[in-house]
């Protein structure tokens, strides 16, 4: 098993009041499948995925990729594993503005090794996501989906065991969304784990487990 | 270099407008300490360069010299203008208790007519007894000065070798003198006898108000260093009473008032500096505060991709210096394009000596300026950054872009 989690649950707390996310919930994910989760909006799918790819501590519970418990590890430990083993789509605009297409896909390459060694594949990721020619513009020159493209070139730079991607089609039209799931599709076929959260009707075509999430806890639909 | 680490010098330049926003904020920070900095030390140095050309405890003018309003800037800065008494009172003023050391000067205006080169203060002095010029002439200039020969102040446009005409007198420039920051700077020196020769000829052209002079047997001034030991007063008070139709003066009376506007301008730049720079520092604050709250999304992604929370902060506070820095050498440049140029209008507005400080000391304030500039950017924003590290990743995610 890949990733686990064990019994995780999450409490938000707003202006004293306590708000139930995730209610004592297990999941794993293993190589090579697409698993996507699928519910109503503020059911926790995001919290789900936030908490699985150690960007938010759940109130209770663990996670462990591979044998390592996520969140026992400090800051530094927890920000180097997510680097070198996730490859995160964020929901939304998630470019950052400064920089090239060509260095917002190596930047996760960057934050720890030189990533002299990774321009060769940061490029053949934009050729293979048809925006290669895109490669020295800024952001804001981008189509959304052509957004979304590097986005998903930029969570594959450094080779991830893990993609998790947060409604990575919420603004694409149908041809758009069908292009990144294939994309996404082809990524679990060449190995990788990828959680996908999404309500796209398409899902079951390309998902190898479709989840429901409803009031806080999972429930497995395919 | 990495991505990561060149983010924010990439910030910087790409994103120009924002960046500029906040360097202008810098920039008044530092044009107004760096130009603080600047200008008490000129109005310092200004004031010391005065009392060294001075030298002398106490000055002897005639009585109807004495009683002219503004004394301190005639004897003291060299403003054009003359007046004389009989050489014999010398001998009277050394004959009194506690009188050491003595020199004489003669001074001569020239004028803004054809006869003239220039309309200037002409300033002789007794190369033999002289221990107030000299001394700093020695600096520019080593020969001994012949007769017609004569040494200019920076102010005066002309440079070794040159003839300068005063009263239809050619005289030839030996040497010019380094900056003051005085009106010393446009004075022209001389020995005694060249200066003879010049109120002969101005006398001779009717263009002298004292007609009946006798030009061999006259002074201006006498300056005079009290023996170790007398007291200063004392000697003040003999000679004014033991020789007629003179006045002695102590020259640190005469320095006191300049000091003391000196002292009061200073105050003001100071004050100035001190609430312009806390505005400023309040509205960095302000300012970082909305730029760093505006990109907690961009913050956000930056920690997904597995920077911590140490290293995103390190990113932060280098843009913020970066900027600061480029804004405060921008403020210091515009000061000093502003100040190099329009100095000597500023000396004249504000009626006092002024001398610029040298390079090194440029260079040192500049330092301090901008270090204040890093200082003030890293302060105002310290809690704002920390805070949008430390923050939760998944909070920064639901930000609006």
């Known amino acids: 098993m890949l990733l686990r989690a064990d019994s995780i649950s999450k409490v938000y707390e707003r202006r004293g009041r306590e708000f139930p996310a995730l209610n004592q919930t297990d999941f794993s994910l293993e190589e090579g499948c697409l698993c996507v989760v699928q519910g109503r909006s503020g059911s926790g799918k995001t919290t789900l995925l936030n908490i699985l790819s150690g960007i938010l501590a759940p109130t209770s519970g663990s996670v462990f990729l591979d044998q390592a418990d996520m969140y026992a590890m400090n800051d530094s430990e927890l920000s180097r594993l997510r680097g070198e083993n996730f490859g995160i789509i964020p929901q939304g605009e998630s470019a950052v503005s400064a920089l090239t297409v060509l260095e917002n896909v190596l930047l996760p390459a960057s934050v720890f090794t030189k990533e002299d060694a990774f321009i060769e594949r940061a490029q053949d990721l934009l050729d293979r996501m048809r925006i290669g020619k895109l490669s020295s513009v800024l952001p804001r020159e981008l189509s959304g989906g052509e957004m979304r493209r590097m986005a998903i070139a930029r969570a594959l730079i450094r080779d991830p065991k893990v993609v998790f991607a947060d409604e990575p089609t919420s603004d694409l039209d149908d041809a758009n969304t069908r292009e990144v799931f294939g994309i996404l599709k082809e990524t679990a076929r060449s190995g990788k784990a990828v959680l996908v959260v999404s309500h796209e009707k398409c899902v079951p075509e390309y998902a190898d487990i479709v989840y429901r999430m409803e009031g806080g806890s999972l429930n497995r639909c395919v | ?401």
């Open chain 2, 1 to 401: 270099m990495r991505t990561f680490k060149k983010l924010p010098v990439l910030n910087i330049v790409r994103r120009p407008g924002r960046s500029a926003a906040l360097m202008a904020l810098t920039a008044l920070l530092s044009f107004t300490v760096f130009g603080a900095l600047v200008l008490t030390q000129s109005l310092g140095r200004g004031m010391a360069s005065l009392e060294r050309r001075l030298g002398a405890d106490i000055m002897v003018v005639p009585e109807e010299a004495a009683g002219k309003s503004g004394l301190e800037s005639i004897v003291l800065q060299g403003n054009p203008t003359y007046f004389y008494m009989d050489d014999t009172k010398l001998d009277e003023v050394r004959a009194v208790d506690g009188v050491g050391e003595t020199t004489t000067q003669l001074y001569l205006a020239s004028l803004a007519a054809s006869c003239c080169s220039a309309k200037v203060q002409l300033m002789g002095f007794d190369p033999a007894t002289d221990f107030t010029i000299e001394p700093w002439i020695r600096d520019s200039y080593s020969g001994e000065l012949g007769e017609m020969e004569i040494v200019v102040g920076s102010g005066i446009s002309s440079s070794e070798g040159d003839r300068l005409l005063f009263y239809d007198v050619p005289c030839t420039v030996a040497a010019k003198l380094t900056e003051t920051g005085t009106n010393y700077d446009r004075c022209v020196f001389a020995g005694e006898d060249t200066i003879r020769e010049l109120i002969k000829s101005s006398i001779g052209k009717q263009l002298n108000q004292f007609k009946g002079t006798d030009p061999q047997s006259v002074v201006s001034c006498i300056l005079l260093k009290v023996k170790d030991g007398a007291d200063i007063d004392e000697v003040v008070s003999g000679i004014n009473g033991s020789v007629a139709n003179v006045k002695a003066i102590r020259t640190a009376s005469l320095v006191s008032g300049t000091a003391k506007s000196l002292s009061g301008i200073s105050g003001i730049i100071r004050m100035a500096a001190a609430i312009v720079s806390v505005i400023a520092f309040i509205i960095l604050a302000i300012a970082f505060s909305m730029q760093i709250h505006e990109r907690k999304r961009e913050f956000a992604i930056l920690r997904v991709f597995g920077v911590s929370k140490g290293s995103l902060a390190k990113s932060i506070f280098a843009e913020i210096a970066m900027t600061c820095f480029l804004g405060g050498l921008a403020g210091a440049g515009i000061f000093a394009c502003v100040m190099i140029p329009f100095s000597g209008a500023v000396q004249g507005w504000l009626n006092v000596p002024m001398l610029m400080p040298g390079a090194a000391a440029v260079t040192g304030y500049l330092g301090i300026t901008l270090l204040l500039c890093v200082a003030a950017g890293a302060l105002s924003s310290a809690w704002n950054v920390l805070r949008v590290s430390r923050s939760e990743i998944s909070q920064g995610l639901r930000e609006e872009k």
